[in-house]
């Protein structure tokens, strides 16, 4: 097939397109459930929950305690019953600036004051519904397919993306929410990359993995562009879900990745999609079906039958390190991802603006990936960009919030993190083997989906001092990132396909090795036994 032709590009295209909807869906509550700008309701001054008034008014102030900062408290208000003694009540009802956000589920719902928590929640749910989605469907994947799985996603997602926005009661559009983090964020998103890492060549997988992430952050612009535009959130979030008709043709057009089809025993399968393929690619060679077919049968005389999984990530010593340390990786960088954006404190602006640029500045480190991953190698990048992001972490700790230099070094944390993120993907996919690669980049989605939803927990430890989250982000990055140098570096080398391969994959090759000028591994992980299974390219050119 070559490296990436026009079959490759085309099926790429198909692919890469469940990132555009994951972003979406990630990060659609920020506007649908958008947390607008509020205070308690006062009697006489107010004839309505919407306010597009002045807050600023003598009357209010009269009623409404200030902030040390000079802003109103949001969820308290002056005792009517105890005029002139400044005792201060909670709301028992609120008013909604209305100047950016007309409707959301937090104002028909009430998530504020101490009700947030059941707005927050709903968020974690979602990524609990990813987390599931992870572990269940990417093993499933495994086994049944990657593009059946990949496709029964898509039509669910379409169906449970437009269906949220018209469910009116709070318990039910929470368990909507959860499956929709199964389908929408974990069955498509990484079956679609897993496909992607399968079927082009070791010097395309890095341009295409980092296009995934970008056209994840254009799912987030996405969602700050399409909610700038509809006020109304039950149709806003119907557009959100709408995009789902991008995957409607998917079952005739994208076709299952060769490599599982092989690794399954349906070589004849395999052989026409390739055949397929180098047709379209004009390449003009000839495939010898009955040959394939043949071999694929002595292979599977000749090793032991049986079906791989998850467990089998945890059977062996090399490839069980492996796993943990790519488990703990995935971890981290998801949970400074989201404490250097918690750091970052209040933004003042036009939030559709912020969340649009908070999408654009990842940009500008998935750009300088493209093109030093394939020179510098996936450890030592992934390495220094957590060491990095880590340290943002801490320092952001220790400077005070909303200053410019707060700022910077927030926005810098988060390009560091951004490149981090982006690299694991195609890290993970490279280290693992082929009958269990779907499995793994399941659990290292899980692991981050995970500390995602811990996240917005793990901020409430600012109650005790409000440097303690920050800092405990940064010491799981840094703690991540040094243990990062102790995997194999995958530049250059072929993608394992059995438990075994992966097994022998990089033994002995670390950072410290490689600094010390050891001799590294064999560039290949297969012997030169012919029964053993190879891709089939390296067949073809025997």
């Known amino acids: 097939l070559g490296e990436f032709g026009k079959y490759q590009f085309l099926q790429f295209f198909l692919q890469v397109l469940s990132g555009l909807t994951a972003g979406m869906h990630m990060l659609s509550l920020v506007t649908v459930a958008a947390v607008p700008e509020h205070r308690c309701f006062i009697e006489g001054v107010d004839n309505s929950s919407l306010s597009q008034g002045p807050w600023n008014s003598s009357a209010l102030l009269s009623a409404i305690p200030q902030k040390p900062n000079g802003e109103l408290e949001s969820c308290l208000m002056f005792d009517p019953a105890a005029v002139g003694e400044n005792v201060t009540i909670a709301c028992t009802s609120y008013v909604y600036d209305t100047t950016y956000y007309k409707t959301s589920r937090t104002i028909d719902w009430n998530f504020v004051c101490d009700r947030r928590w059941m707005g927050a929640i709903v968020q974690t749910v979602f990524m609990l519904g990813v987390f599931t989605g992870a572990v269940t469907l990417g093993g499933l994947a495994d086994k049944i397919g990657r593009k059946t799985v990949f496709c029964w996603s898509a039509l669910f997602q379409l169906i449970l993306g437009v269906g949220v926005a018209f469910i009116p009661e709070y318990f039910s559009f929470m368990v909507a929410r959860y499956l929709l983090g199964i389908v929408g964020s974990a069955g498509a998103y990484i079956c679609g990359f897993v496909l992607t890492m399968e079927l082009v060549g070791p010097t395309k997988r890095t341009v295409c993995g980092i296009t995934f992430q970008a056209v994840f952050a254009g799912g987030i612009m996405l969602v700050a562009g399409w909610g700038a535009i509809i006020p109304d959130r039950q149709w806003l979030q119907v557009v959100y879900g709408l995009h789902g008709v991008l995957f409607l043709g998917h079952w005739w057009w994208l076709d299952e990745s060769p490599r599982w089809l092989w690794m399954q025993g349906r070589a004849a399968e395999a052989v026409d999609i390739v055949a397929k393929g180098l047709r379209i690619n004009g390449s003009g060679i000839p495939v010898d079906k009955e040959y394939y077919v043949q071999k694929a049968k002595q292979q599977a005389a000749s090793e032991e039958k049986a079906s791989a999984g998850l467990s089998d990530l945890f059977r062996t010593p090399n490839l069980r390190m492996k796993t943990l340390n790519v488990c703990l990786c995935w971890f981290a960088n ?21 969340l649009f640029i908070m999408g654009l500045v990842e940009f500008p480190s998935y750009i300088t990936i493209v093109f030093v991953l394939d020179r510098l190698g996936r450890r030592s990048i992934t390495s220094t960009l957590m060491l990095g992001g880590g340290l943002c972490c801490i320092v952001a700790a220790y400077i005070a919030q909303g200053s410019t230099t707060s700022t910077a070094v927030v926005m810098a944390g988060k390009l560091l993190i951004a490149g981090s ?7 993970s996919a490279e280290l693992f083997p082929t009958v269990v690669r779907n499995s793994a980049m399941g659990l290292g989605s899980m692991c981050a989906r995970l500390s995602g939803a811990l996240t917005p927990l793990i901020t409430l430890l600012d109650s005790f001092d409000p440097k303690i989250p920050a800092v405990l982000f940064g010491v799981v990055a840094l703690v991540s990132g040094f243990w990062v140098m102790f995997l194999p570096e995958t530049m250059n080398q072929p993608m394992p396909e059995s438990i075994q391969d992966g097994e022998n994959f990089g033994k002995g090759d670390t950072w410290f090795s490689q600094c010390a000028g ?25």
């Open 518 to 542: 050891r001799k590294q591994r064999q560039n290949s992980v297969y012997p030169d036994d012919p029964d053993q299974m190879v891709p089939l390219k390296t067949i073809e050119s025997k």
């Open 421 to 427: 993120f982006a690299v694991i993907y195609n890290y």
């Open 334 to 354: 998801s949970l400074v991802y989201y404490g250097l954006s918690l750091s970052a404190g209040k933004l003042y602006g036009n939030p559709y603006l912020i």
